[in-house]
């Protein structure tokens, strides 16, 4: 079964200043990999996503993400954040082997969650 | 707003106590999913219905259920609640059965007293 890592449970940065929140999985084979950005009360919004490809994902706000297989990880960051990124943001893997196998999507597989906090 | 919706947004009830939650998927969308976000558990995956059958199982203990409705709506049942079931209720929604990119409902707090 894949499992998923976030080893930051909070992170302060200064407003303006760059951002990498950390994430490594546990996966057999080359997982299907997310963000998810939780403000307080709200739902989850999706930031990217990695399926195949190009191992630089950009995403929304101006976010971006950078699969690494030999590191098993899948690192989001920002170049310059907002007031408005505080947030709870949420590493997730997909596991396509129960796609291949027919057994459907199957649900995804979250970290704990990285608290960010943004400095004036 | 990802278009998905669910009521209510907030439930308070008893132990011993039944409810059910709503979800309506994005337009267009006939997978649904449904997580259960705690402190001590995080976000975890329940179960997924596509186009009104069970699809996959997660972590969804024997006295909650679910369906989906021929309209594509769902609902998740949660029976003989105890103090732990208070969680955040997320549904989910996607395309098709083997779509990851699933889109998440503002979610219903459901407090168990």
């Known amino acids: 079964a894949q499992s998923v890592t976030q080893p930051d449970i909070h992170i302060t940065v200064s407003e303006g200043a760059s951002l990498e929140l950390r994430c490594n999985y546990s996966y057999g084979a080359t997982p299907y990999l997310f963000w998810y950005v939780q403000s307080p009360g709200q739902g989850l919004q999706l930031l990217l996503k990695y399926f195949s490809g190009d191992t630089l994902v950009q995403g929304i706000k101006g976010f971006e993400a950078e699969f690494k297989r030999s590191q098993s990880s899948f690192n989001l960051r920002k170049p310059s954040v907002h007031w408005s990124d505080a947030a709870e943001y949420f590493c997730?893997?997909?596991?396509?082997?129960?796609?291949?196998?027919?057994?459907?999507?199957?649900?995804?597989?979250f970290g704990k969650g990285t608290h960010l906090i943004i400095q004036p | 707003d990802s278009g998905v919706t669910q009521t209510p947004k907030h439930l308070i009830t008893a132990t011993g106590q039944r409810v059910t939650l709503r979800c309506s998927p994005r337009s267009g969308d006939l997978s649904v999913y449904w997580y259960q976000q705690s402190l001590d558990q995080g976000l975890q995956f329940l179960i997924q219905?596509?186009?009104?059958?069970?699809?996959a199982k997660g972590n969804i203990l024997e006295r909650f259920s679910a369906q989906q409705f021929p309209d594509l709506h769902s609902e998740l049942n949660l029976s003989s609640l105890e103090l732990g079931d208070s969680a955040l209720y997320f549904c989910a929604s996607s395309v098709g059965p083997e779509s990851y990119e699933q889109y998440f409902g503002p979610g219903t707090r459901l407090t168990v007293t």
């Open positions: 997730a893997v997909g596991a396509p082997e129960s796609r291949i196998s027919g057994g459907g999507a199957d649900g995804l597989t």
């Open positions: 219905y596509y186009n009104g059958e069970e699809r």
